[in-house]
């Protein structure tokens, strides 16, 4: 999402989103680069918004307990200073608290979803060990090595973290960013959609 309030409010309208009924489960990342973090900070606050932690969040985290000389202050940072001081240890507070991955229970099944990507291959076995901690938030091996296995203990899994032209599967991991700050373009997919296209297109003998 990376700040991109509007287009994400834009995208909810245009699949029919129903807060009332409906729930949005976010792969991370939703601050810095656009113009609206603030705003997207906010959507914690909603009792239909669900996330997990992206590596920006983590490098805010970071940054705060680093200190004013961290880089991250002069560059992806530069929107803090909306902020006050309280305002900013509260939100940093609040993004300490995010999972780093989620395990969605769905009918006949389980989705895994994490910022970046997969770690081992056993989502139940690895998601929660120390290692998998920076692999979640930071990894790009998947998409680049494109592994040969599924991961096991889910159906399949949801990521962010690197931008695509187009969403991708590589086995049963789905990547969706599709670089919103940049293309104007934000991937919202409904999980029954994606679980008849993951039996129709991805799940081979």
Not at 65 to 75: A, D, I, T, Y
Request: with cysteine.
């Amino acid at each position: 999402m990376h700040g991109c309030y509007k287009l994400l409010k834009k995208e909810l309208r245009n699949v029919g989103f129903n807060p009332k009924k409906d729930r949005l489960f976010s792969v991370g990342d939703i601050i810095d680069r656009g113009p609206d973090s603030v705003k997207c900070l906010k959507l914690l606050d909603e009792t239909w918004f669900h996330m997990v932690r992206g590596n920006h969040e983590q490098m805010l985290i970071e940054a705060y307990r680093m200190g004013p000389e961290h880089s991250f202050w002069k560059s992806y940072g530069k929107w803090t200073k909306k902020l006050s001081k309280s305002e900013l240890a509260d939100w940093v507070k609040r993004l300490e608290d995010l999972p780093i991955a989620i395990t969605l229970a769905v009918k006949n099944g389980a989705v895994g979803i994490c910022h970046a990507e997969t770690h081992g291959r056993n989502w139940r076995k690895s998601r929660d060990k120390f290692e998998s901690i920076n692999v979640m938030l930071w990894g790009r091996r998947i998409l680049r090595n494109k592994p040969d296995f599924r991961v096991k203990g889910v159906d399949f899994t949801l990521h962010g973290h690197t931008p695509l032209r187009q969403p991708q599967w590589v086995k049963n991991r789905y990547f969706m960013d599709t670089g919103a700050c940049i293309s104007n373009t934000l991937t919202i997919v409904k999980i029954k959609d994606l679980q008849k296209e993951y039996k129709q297109r991805c799940k081979t003998p």
